[in-house]
C-alpha cells in the first residue's frame, strides 16, 4: 500500500506539474551554496517514504503478535493440575483480550497516521512550491 501510495503521488506530481514537479526537491528559500546539498537529502527522503512505512506498519503488527503469542502460551496451563494452572489461564486469557483490543486500537491509529502522511504527500505533488 505504501507503495501504491508513493506510485500514485509521483505520477500524479508529474502530470499535474510537468518537471516542475522536481521543485519540490530544491528548497529557493536556502543559501545557493547549500541548495544542492539540501536538494539530495530531499531526494534520500522522498524515495524512503515507502520503506518508512512499511517497517513502521511491520513493527507495529509483529510486536502485538508477539506479545498475545507470549500470553497465549500461559493459556493452556489448566490442564495442569496444580492450582496455577486455574489461576494463569484466565488472566492469561483476559490479557489476550485486552491486548487484541490494544491491537485493534494501534491500528486505527495507523491507518489515522498513513491516511494523514498520504494527505500530506499529496499536498506537496499539487502543489510542489508551497
Same mark, same amino acid.
Given at each position: 500500500?505504501?507503495?501504491?501510495?508513493?506510485?500514485?503521488?509521483?505520477?500524479?506530481?508529474?502530470?499535474?506539474?510537468?518537471?516542475?514537479?522536481?521543485?519540490?526537491?530544491?528548497?529557493?528559500?536556502? /543559501?545557493?551554496?547549500?541548495? /544542492?546539498?539540501?536538494?539530495?537529502?530531499?531526494?534520500?527522503?522522498?524515495?524512503?517514504? /515507502?520503506?518508512?512505512?512499511?517497517?513502521?506498519?511491520?513493527?507495529?503488527?509483529?510486536?502485538?503478535?508477539?506479545?498475545?503469542?507470549?500470553?497465549?502460551?500461559?493459556? *493452556?496451563?489448566?490442564?495442569?493440575?496444580?492450582?496455577?494452572?486455574?489461576?494463569?489461564? /484466565?488472566?492469561?486469557?483476559?490479557?489476550?483480550?485486552?491486548?487484541?483490543?490494544?491491537?485493534?486500537?494501534?491500528?486505527?491509529?495507523?491507518?489515522?497516521?498513513?491516511?494523514?502522511?498520504?494527505?500530506?504527500?499529496?499536498?506537496?505533488?499539487?502543489? *510542489?512550491?508551497?
Amino acid at each position: 500500500m505504501a507503495m501504491a501510495v508513493f506510485l500514485s503521488v509521483t505520477i500524479l506530481g508529474f502530470v499535474k506539474n510537468g518537471f516542475g514537479f522536481l521543485g519540490v526537491f530544491w528548497i529557493s528559500s536556502a /543559501p545557493l551554496i547549500l541548495r /544542492p546539498i539540501l536538494a539530495l537529502i530531499e531526494v534520500i527522503s522522498y524515495f524512503v517514504r /515507502p520503506v518508512s512505512h512499511s517497517i513502521r506498519l511491520a513493527g507495529n503488527m509483529m510486536a502485538g503478535h508477539a506479545v498475545i503469542k507470549v500470553f497465549a502460551a500461559f493459556a *493452556p496451563l489448566v490442564l495442569i493440575s496444580t492450582g496455577i494452572g486455574l489461576v494463569v489461564t /484466565p488472566l492469561s486469557i483476559l490479557a489476550i483480550t485486552a491486548i487484541y483490543a490494544l491491537e485493534v486500537l494501534v491500528a486505527f491509529i495507523q491507518a489515522y497516521v498513513f491516511a494523514i502522511l498520504t494527505c500530506v504527500y499529496l499536498r506537496d505533488a499539487l502543489h *510542489p512550491h508551497h
